[in-house]
């Protein structure tokens, strides 16, 4: 490869080679490559109990890895957007409490945010009382407010109706679009992966065999 195509060349967010993990005597996952790159939406699909979310945690440097390796970007941001969020109707939890829990961000910031997602007339009403679709638009924008390099989501579109996933996948393209920020999809939709990924990543969950695997010598 030349100077030229090297310097033109995507740094990647987050780079994973050959990883796995193993916990109670069995590995979760295994042989697991993954590359996330700024303005790249990447899928990691697979059926539930295939370790999508455990991969994604080991990419991300929350848990340990037991082989291969992962690199990533130096000081990298990362906004997560969890699969759901359970909130007790006794917590009095409002939008834009929820919206402070991760710091203390100005009301110029938590407006802007809200509005990225379409919630700007939302106003402050208890969390508790908001739609399926409504509750992970103001995930998403708890994300977006730490302005992230990476942003993470895992099976955002969970319990959201057929109009309201649209609308979600919608934003979330037109954030990453926005903003150049990479993203790592969680899903178990492979059509949705194929259709609108720039790559993805499947996990199958089997019994992987016990063998060693190292990192190249150069990647």
């Excluded at 990883?19 to 042989?31: K, N, Q």
């Excluded at 508790?128 to 924008?141: F, I, K, P």
Aim: glycine residues 10%.
């Amino acid at each position: 490869m030349s100077a030229d195509s090297q310097a033109s060349s995507p740094v990647p967010l987050v780079r994973a080679g050959g990883i796995g993990v193993r916990r109670a005597g069995r590995w979760i996952f295994r042989e697991v490559d993954l590359e996330v790159v700024r303005g790249n939406l990447v899928f990691l699909i697979g059926a539930n109990g295939a370790g999508k979310t455990t991969c994604a945690k080991a990419a991300l440097g929350l848990i340990d890895i037991d082989e291969g390796y992962v690199d990533r970007s130096p000081s990298l941001c990362v906004g997560y957007v969890p699969q759901r969020l359970a909130v007790s109707p006794t917590l009095p939890l409002s939008v834009r409490r929820l919206m402070q829990l991760t710091g203390r961000f100005p009301a110029s910031e938590i407006d802007s945010a809200l509005n990225s997602v379409g919630l700007e007339r939302l106003g402050d009403p208890p969390v508790v009382n908001l739609s399926g679709g409504e509750l992970q638009r103001l995930l998403l924008a708890s994300a977006l407010i730490r302005k992230p390099d990476l942003l993470v989501l895992d099976e955002p579109d969970q319990g959201v109706d057929v109009a309201g996933s649209d609308v979600l996948h919608s934003l979330i393209d037109a954030i990453r679009i926005s903003t150049d920020c990479g993203v790592l999809w969680i899903s178990h939709d492979l059509e949705l992966a194929m259709k609108a990924g720039d790559d993805f990543v499947v996990l199958v969950p089997h019994e992987h065999e016990d063998r060693p695997l190292s990192r190249p010598d150069a990647v």
